[in-house]
């Protein structure tokens, strides 16, 4: 089912100026109820603008943007319930932390819903215990913990307000790959729990690989590319077209096959590629 649609949106940056941009560009696509969704492409492409339509913080220029099939902007004051369904974490954690200790930043947006104090503390408690940082750090300064640990808390910011689409840009930039990975694991589990929809915009086409349903590529301000990972991934040569690297194990595969070996390079995870050399060995057969 779709949850979220954009259907020939644009947005322009600087219209009618000597600076103008357009960052989408006739854009047409879906997100799937219950789905992880990676947006990727270059910088440039448009990926975090097509996020910032999503939840109504920038507004098309032209087309529509729809959310459970209701046009957000088709009653402009009520944007802002728009933005408790789809909640929006930035690639940056520090433009989004503001106040004076972690339990204040968490509790902001669904203070901003209404809710008693009861469910916003229910509700700091379980996005806590959902990103994995301790109670102990409620009463810190947001400003005074790790660079991984300020995304945790953003992450859980925007997870209190449980919104049905959580959008994250970059979520698991800088970290090392053990926190990556906790980091991905963590917001599988919530999709998994919640049911929500969840977007990820990455230039880590691995990450993508591993932990979307679906992919949408972006190039030029466009749509260049969108289906299941299945799909997407086995129009290599397309994406090299464009300047993309397809992951390190697919780059792998056609380095085999280019020399001869008869492997498919459909593979895009580390697992797949050892499967499909494997294959080699266990048929005795190493050439084309």
Not at 59 to 75: A, L, Q, R, T
Not at 255 to 282: D, P, Q, W
């Given at each position: 089912?779709?949850?979220a649609e954009?259907?020939h949106?644009?947005?322009?940056?600087?219209?009618?100026?000597?600076?103008?941009?357009?960052?989408?560009?006739?854009?047409?696509?879906r997100?799937?109820?219950g789905?992880?969704?990676?947006?990727i492409g270059?910088?440039?492409?448009?990926k975090?603008?097509?996020?910032?339509?999503?939840?109504?913080?920038?507004?098309?220029?032209?087309?529509?943007?729809?959310v459970?099939?209701k046009n957000?902007?088709?009653e402009?004051?009520?944007?802002?319930?728009?933005?408790?369904?789809v909640?929006?974490?930035f690639?940056?954690?520090?433009?989004?932390l503001f106040?004076e200790?972690?339990?204040?930043?968490i509790?902001?947006g669904?203070?901003?819903?209404?809710?008693?104090?009861?469910?916003?503390?229910?509700?700091?408690?379980?996005?806590l215990?959902?990103?994995?940082?301790?109670?102990?750090i409620l009463?810190?300064?947001?400003?005074?913990i790790?660079?991984?640990q300020?995304?945790?808390?953003?992450?859980?910011?925007?997870?209190?307000?449980?919104?049905?689409?959580?959008?994250?840009?970059?979520?698991?930039?800088?970290l090392?790959?053990?926190g990556?990975?906790?980091i991905?694991?963590?917001l599988?589990?919530?999709?998994?729990?919640?049911?929500?929809?969840?977007i990820?915009?990455?230039?880590?086409?691995?990450?993508?690989?591993?932990?979307?349903?679906?992919?949408?590529?972006m190039?030029?301000?466009?749509?260049?590319?969108s289906?299941?990972?299945?799909?997407?991934?086995?129009?290599?040569?397309?994406?090299?077209?464009?300047?993309?690297?397809?992951?390190?194990?697919?780059?792998i595969?056609?380095?085999?096959?280019?020399m001869?070996?008869?492997?498919?390079?459909?593979?895009?995870?580390?697992e797949s590629?050892?499967?499909?050399?494997?294959k080699?060995?266990e048929?005795?057969?190493?050439?084309?």
């Amino acid at each position: 089912m779709t949850v979220a649609e954009l259907r020939h949106a644009c947005y322009t940056y600087s219209k009618d100026t000597p600076f103008e941009k357009a960052a989408v560009n006739d854009v047409n696509v879906r997100f799937e109820q219950g789905k992880i969704t990676g947006i990727i492409g270059h910088t440039g492409s448009g990926k975090s603008t097509l996020s910032q339509l999503l939840n109504g913080l920038l507004k098309v220029s032209s087309g529509e943007v729809f959310v459970n099939d209701k046009n957000i902007w088709s009653e402009p004051k009520k944007i802002k319930e728009v933005r408790f369904k789809v909640g929006l974490v930035f690639q940056y954690p520090e433009y989004q932390l503001f106040d004076e200790t972690v339990r204040k930043d968490i509790s902001f947006g669904p203070k901003n819903m209404g809710l008693d104090q009861k469910e916003i503390d229910e509700r700091v408690l379980e996005s806590l215990r959902f990103v994995g940082l301790p109670e102990d750090i409620l009463d810190v300064s947001p400003f005074d913990i790790s660079g991984g640990q300020k995304r945790r808390v953003a992450i859980a910011g925007i997870m209190a307000m449980r919104p049905e689409i959580l959008v994250l840009d970059e979520p698991a930039a800088g970290l090392d790959p053990s926190g990556k990975r906790e980091i991905f694991d963590r917001l599988r589990k919530y999709k998994d729990d919640t049911d929500s929809t969840l977007i990820i915009i990455s230039h880590s086409m691995e990450d993508m690989a591993e932990f979307c349903d679906n992919v949408v590529v972006m190039s030029d301000s466009k749509v260049f590319l969108s289906g299941t990972v299945d799909e997407v991934f086995s129009h290599a040569q397309e994406l090299t077209g464009v300047g993309l690297m397809v992951p390190q194990a697919t780059q792998i595969l056609i380095e085999l096959r280019k020399m001869g070996y008869n492997v498919s390079t459909s593979a895009y995870t580390a697992e797949s590629a050892v499967s499909e050399i494997m294959k080699l060995f266990e048929g005795g057969d190493q050439g084309a």
